[in-house]
């Protein structure tokens, strides 16, 4: 009987993988949900912290069970002696992003009870690598310059702590805030590339660490968690505002990539880069020059791109675009940008993997075979 042609999707374009309740993402609409919420809701009225609890546990906590998780959240800030020796030895001459995946993996040194795969064991993990990926950020951020290490503060919320880590200064206020929203809009997107590496190695049964290590090395390429300090590159090179038109056009005349736009599955404008845009225009009257030229550089690639390639080819700013101008706000250095990204996933690849190791099945796609076969083997001596 003729063999039917195997169908074969590409980068899994199109392919549905498992069934999940932690994230929506509406690429026509130009929708995100966490449990159900709508990301603007999210942003506007939550906290990181309450997000990865919602993430976590499926639903909003009540205000004990806020306190109680923001509570075990601090206790796991300080890093184990053995990671923070790796981090100083290694920080100035390895890339902050393989650094970071080096350093999250150094974290199952704490682990002794590695047999323990229940959720519940899980979920404490979690709560270790979320508070620990943001100290590895703080630490790796200091070390690489050669400053000191800053401890972190107990009293301080995650998106303080991150800052104050990195700046050795307690932020003010308006820079927490936006730096806490950045923190929830990065958190989860369903089933993206990290992610998917993600549950690719949980379905292994490898353990969580493992699972996480594996997301955090995919979340670092350009096409990926890196476009964000690759499109404040690109702005940089740009340097001056009346310059950006002409760049644009060359780099899509030379069939280039822009970083941060388009994506597999927003149709439209990501929501997130939505709310990013609106922040950084609200950010104008507080910035200095360089904050001020990047910002005009964003908003008229913006326009350009919108026009030339949005509604036409569907290729729109994505979450990455935005970013770069305002952690540069916020003080953050380019080569920190991606550590921080995966800092704010940590929560969506280990709620991934806590729920489908609920349902577990070994990922083992197949591939069709174009190669030769049933070759005669010729021993060394007579090959020519
Ligand atoms: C993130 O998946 C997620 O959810 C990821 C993420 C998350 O929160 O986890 O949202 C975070 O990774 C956002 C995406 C960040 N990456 C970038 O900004 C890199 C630049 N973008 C592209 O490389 C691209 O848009 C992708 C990778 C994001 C999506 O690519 P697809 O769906 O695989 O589409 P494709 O690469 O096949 O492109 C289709 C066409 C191509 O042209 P043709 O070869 O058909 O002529 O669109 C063109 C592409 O050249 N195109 C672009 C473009 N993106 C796609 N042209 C110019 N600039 C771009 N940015």
């Known amino acids: 009987m003729e063999q039917e042609e195997p169908k074969i999707s590409e980068g899994l ?10 994230c929506k993402v509406d690429g026509e609409k130009g929708k995100l949900y966490f449990r159900g919420y709508s990301i603007e809701s999210l942003a506007k009225n939550s906290t990181y912290e309450e997000v990865c609890y919602l993430l976590l546990y499926g639903k909003l906590p009540t205000r004990s069970e806020l306190d109680d998780f923001t509570y075990k959240l601090r206790e796991e800030r300080d890093l184990p002696k053995e990671t923070l020796r790796l981090i100083k030895k290694l920080a100035e001459k390895t890339d902050p992003n393989d650094l970071t995946r080096t350093a999250i993996s150094s974290l199952s040194v704490l682990d002794k009870e590695t047999t323990d795969n229940s959720k519940e064991a899980n979920i404490q993990r979690s709560i270790k690598l979320i508070s620990k990926t943001a100290s590895i950020v703080g630490a790796i951020s200091r070390y690489r310059t050669r ?13 303080q702590n991150i800052l104050y880590m990195i700046s050795g200064k307690r932020p003010l206020d308006k820079a927490s805030k936006l730096m806490d929203t950045m923190l929830i809009l990065h958190a989860e997107h369903s089933t993206n590339a ?36 690759a499109a404040l590159e690109m702005m940089k090179e740009i340097g001056d505002p009346n310059n950006t038109e002409k760049f644009i056009e060359d780099e899509l005349s030379k069939k280039e990539r822009v970083m941060g736009f388009g994506h597999r599955v927003y149709k439209t404008y990501d929501p997130r880069a939505r709310i990013l845009k609106e922040y950084l225009e609200n950010l104008q009257n507080d910035s200095n020059d360089e904050v001020k030229k990047l910002t005009q550089i964003a908003m008229r690639a913006e326009k350009l791109m919108v026009e030339k390639l949005g509604a036409s080819h569907g290729i729109w ?22 550590p921080i990204f995966a800092a704010s996933r940590m ?6 993997t806590i729920e489908y190791l609920d349902n577990n099945v070994l990922f083992r796609p197949l591939e069709e075979y174009i190669g030769k076969e049933d070759l005669e083997y010729i021993p060394i001596n007579n090959r020519v």
């Open 13 to 22: 374009k199109g392919v549905y993988i498992t069934k999940s309740s932690i």
């Open 147 to 159: 400053k000191r290490y800053v401890k972190p503060d107990m009293n301080m919320t995650h998106a």
């Open 194 to 229: 990290s992610t998917f590496a993600t549950l690719v190695t949980a379905s292994t049964l490898a353990g969580i660490y493992s699972a996480v290590t594996a997301g955090v090395s995919a979340l670092k390429g350009p096409l990926h968690g890196g476009a964000d300090e």
């Open 317 to 338: 700013p994505n979450v990455d675009f935005f970013a770069g101008p305002i952690y540069t706000w916020l003080g953050i250095p380019h080569e920190i940008f991606d």
């Open 347 to 352: 929560v969506g690849w280990c709620a991934h």
